[in-house]
């Protein structure tokens, strides 16, 4: 009777253990789900460099978002990326910045492009640290001490924020302040004519 309520006793306590992996699971769905929201892709290669345009949909502002080239054949999950970049190896080709609002950005990865697939790595509004692979999947990193072991773990200690891109001025610009001009003259010319 004894060794039967050991292995009860065993049981209920692997399935309580089982229950509360799967709560904490739950609890993670709908953060993981507004992570998804994070979109990454190239636009083009203008003078060896790769153009990217990041696509925050999430809902929130993200902040510390690194995105990453790796040359790679098949799924990167967040367990593989530090052996594309061992330590004291080549450094990662990354876009890094420490706030993305809700919306478009446009961006460029330092140094030249060496890679086929683009990861992403990223804090939502609560602090809490993602990856995202270049299949679409999402996991959990956690605390920006882990964000910061796994930078160490790839050769990135120090991270500079990569410039945005300069907007040109529109020419419609040019045109209204021409106008606004030849109407100041215009002004000028009959009050003098008036006096």
């Not at 929201?37 to 502002?61: H, P, R, Y």
């Not at 679409?136 to 956690?142: C, F, L, M, S, T």
Request: proline letters at 3%; hydrophobic letters at 30%; glycine letters at 8%.
């Amino acid at each position: 009777m004894a060794s039967d309520n050991s292995s009860l006793k065993k049981k209920n306590s692997h399935l309580a253990k089982e229950n509360q992996a799967l709560k904490q699971a739950n609890q993670d769905l709908p953060t993981a789900s507004a992570a998804a929201g994070l979109n990454v892709w190239e636009t083009e290669e203008k003078s060896g460099k790769l153009q990217l345009k990041i696509d925050n949909q999430t809902g929130q502002a993200v902040s510390d978002l690194l995105v990453l080239a790796v040359a790679a054949n098949g799924r990167i999950t967040l367990n593989s990326l530090p052996s594309y970049f061992p330590v004291g190896g080549v450094k990662p080709r990354y876009f890094y910045r420490k706030k993305v609002a809700i919306g478009g950005t446009e961006g460029s990865l330092t140094g030249a492009y060496a890679g086929s697939d683009m990861v992403c790595l990223f804090a939502d509004a609560s602090g809490v640290y993602w990856f995202k692979g270049n299949r679409g999947q999402i996991e959990k990193i956690g605390s920006q001490a882990h964000f910061k072991k796994l930078l160490r773990q790839i050769s990135l200690n120090k991270l500079e924020e990569s410039p945005l891109p300069v907007k040109k001025m529109k020419t419609e610009k040019k045109k209204t302040s021409k106008k606004k001009e030849e109407k100041r003259k215009e002004t000028s010319k009959k009050k003098k004519e008036e006096s």
